[in-house]
């Protein structure tokens, strides 16, 4: 997905937009906890993807107080009505107001509502928050970098795992049926990989990565909204945020790895090699 020219006079701080990404976040989960049942009803989209009320609400939510707070920066939300392929502007928010609605609407705890801001056509500042489970996660107070920019350690020390596949415990999101490129990826990884795990939420397996609970994830078929918070966080942390082909992650990419150095770039291997 193409990045638009910056036309936007508003250059706030990341620090102080850090503050409104929290309070955003925290109207839209503060509503979320707070729904009944018939809000998870679910649906289905064009593409066949489920969908609930509580989507377009917490999203609705969310948009409201950051136009509030910046009302120089647009807000791209995945329940934004868009033409398929329409770029994204090089400063915005990116919103995912439920991450996992699959797991929501089936009443399990892994999904999260994520939301990042994105600068210079790059991930700068993430918070997500999983209702269900009761935790938040967020850039922190230091977001004053330049996008793109990594604070210590660096994405050879970042992490303490495993670094070979091997060895690995990993994360996998948006793999299609066993035929298809991505279902190649997973039979390799089930192979090769020390275990494989398949959470369903894109946001919590970059959070996994954060916090160790895996080793390594990989995203296939990933939009800007799934992963921008994600990607923020996970390179400020220092570490590392692959394509397919072991270049640095871009909006639009088929395929995101992240892990630690050596494990990232021998993940993007394995996927060069399947996913074609």
């Not at 807000?75 to 107001?97: A, I, K, M, N």
């Not at 992490?159 to 994360?171: I, K, L, P, T």
Request: aromatic fraction near 4%; charge should be negative; proline fraction near 6%.
């Amino acid at each position: 997905m193409r990045t638009e020219p910056d036309v936007g006079s508003d250059r706030e701080p990341l620090a102080r937009l850090l503050g409104a990404a929290e309070a955003a976040v925290d109207a839209g989960v503060g509503w979320l906890t707070e729904a009944g049942d018939e809000w998870s009803k679910r649906r289905f989209k064009a593409s066949g993807e489920e969908v609930t009320d509580a989507d377009a609400e917490v999203e609705r939510r969310i948009t409201r107080v950051l136009r509030e707070h910046a009302p120089g920066i647009p807000v791209v939300g995945e329940e934004t009505d868009r033409e398929e392929g329409d770029s994204v502007p090089s400063r915005c928010w990116l919103l995912d107001p439920i991450d996992g609605t699959m797991n929501f609407t089936r009443g399990a705890p892994l999904y999260a509502v994520s939301l990042g801001l994105v600068d210079g056509g790059e991930p700068a500042l993430g918070v997500l928050h999983a209702p269900a489970l009761n935790r938040r996660w967020s850039t922190g107070p230091d977001t004053d970098a330049a996008p793109g920019t990594e604070e210590a350690p660096s994405t050879e020390e970042a992490g303490e795992g495993a670094r070979e596949v091997s060895r690995a415990v990993v994360g996998v999101t948006g793999a299609g049926d066993v035929h298809s490129p991505s279902g190649r990826l997973l039979t390799a990884l089930l192979d090769e990989a020390y275990r494989v795990r398949m959470q369903g939420c894109m946001s919590l397996d970059l959070i996994g990565v954060a916090e160790g609970w895996q080793d390594a994830c990989v995203c296939v078929g990933a939009k800007p909204w799934d992963v921008a918070a994600g990607v923020a966080l996970l390179r400020r942390r220092g570490w590392t945020v692959l394509d397919g082909d072991g270049r640095p992650y871009a909006f639009g990419a088929p395929v995101l790895v992240a892990g630690n150095g050596p494990l990232a770039r021998e993940l993007a291997s394995l996927c060069r090699a399947r996913i074609r």
